[in-house]
Antibody
Framework: QVQLVQSGAEVKKPGASVKVSCKASGYTFPTYGISWVRQAPGQGLEWMGWISTYNGNTHYAQKLQGRVTMTTDTSTSTVSMELTSLRSDDTAVYYC????????????WGQGTLVTVSS | DIQMTQSPSSLSASVGDRVTITCRASQGIRNDLGWYQEKPGKAPKRLIYAASSLQSGVPSRFSGSGSGTEFTLTISSLQPEDFATYYCLQHNSYPRTFGQGTKVEIK
């Protein structure tokens, strides 16, 4: 069965970086890109960016350009999202979700990773 | 960027009520839209894809309609487990954009 399993919760200080991973199983990894979505406490869902697991091409949300980097490792079927220069308003639950280049995306989601930014 | 305007932001309803949520896109997105249900502490769950196709395993009381710029999610008879927050998402282009969400509460 399709599964996206994310790494565990993180607590970081302002200015630090965090890297969250998303390991895929149960399907052919390069056939689905991965999007990252986050949800701050009491807020809505925010799309952060997308990566092709086939060739590593990316699309990032404008507001995160320069702070976010998404990478893919086909040998381990894992996508990672790194966010730098963390601020308190980056405190959120971060999700990965399947997002193919064509077709109907966000059918499977990871379980979510809580990232807390606090001094 | 395509803006998704979702309404209402919240509603109160009773078990058995018919509930309708609307999303309007700032430009045409064909049928590149999905609807998602979110409950506290859980990942969002896809209910509808391609604007009107029911996700496998989702009860038939959920339905979606629309194309272009106007989309609707309808719950024909609200059940206790349906009290949640609902989001639309357009995937016609990047950046993907969500509606602001609709919180469905118990009356």
């Amino acid at each position: 069965q399709v599964q996206l399993v994310q790494s565990g919760a993180e607590v970081k200080k302002p200015g630090a970086s965090v890297k969250v991973s998303c390991k895929a199983s149960g399907y052919t990894f390069p056939t689905y890109g991965i999007s990252w979505v986050r949800q701050a406490p009491g807020q809505g869902l925010e799309w952060m960016g997308w990566i092709s697991t086939y060739n590593g091409n990316t699309h990032y949300a404008q507001k995160l350009q320069g702070r976010v980097t998404m990478t893919t490792d086909t040998s381990t079927s894992t996508v990672s999202m790194e966010l730098t220069s963390l601020r308190s308003d980056d405190t959120a639950v971060y999700y990965c979700a399947r997002d193919p280049l064509s077709g109907w995306p966000f059918d499977y989601w990871g379980q979510g990773t809580l990232v807390t930014v606090s001094s | 960027d395509i803006q998704m305007t979702q309404s209402p932001s919240s509603l109160s309803a009773s078990v058995g009520d018919r509930v309708t949520i609307t999303c309007r896109a700032s430009q045409g997105i064909r049928n590149d839209l999905g609807w998602y249900q979110e409950k506290p502490g859980k990942a969002p769950k896809r209910l509808i894809y391609a604007a009107s196709s029911l996700q496998s395993g989702v009860p038939s009381r959920f339905s979606g309609s629309g194309s272009g710029t106007e989309f609707t999610l309808t719950i024909s008879s609200l059940q206790p487990e349906d009290f949640a927050t609902y989001y639309c998402l357009q995937h016609n282009s990047y950046p993907r954009t969500f509606g602001q969400g609709t919180k469905v509460e118990i009356k």
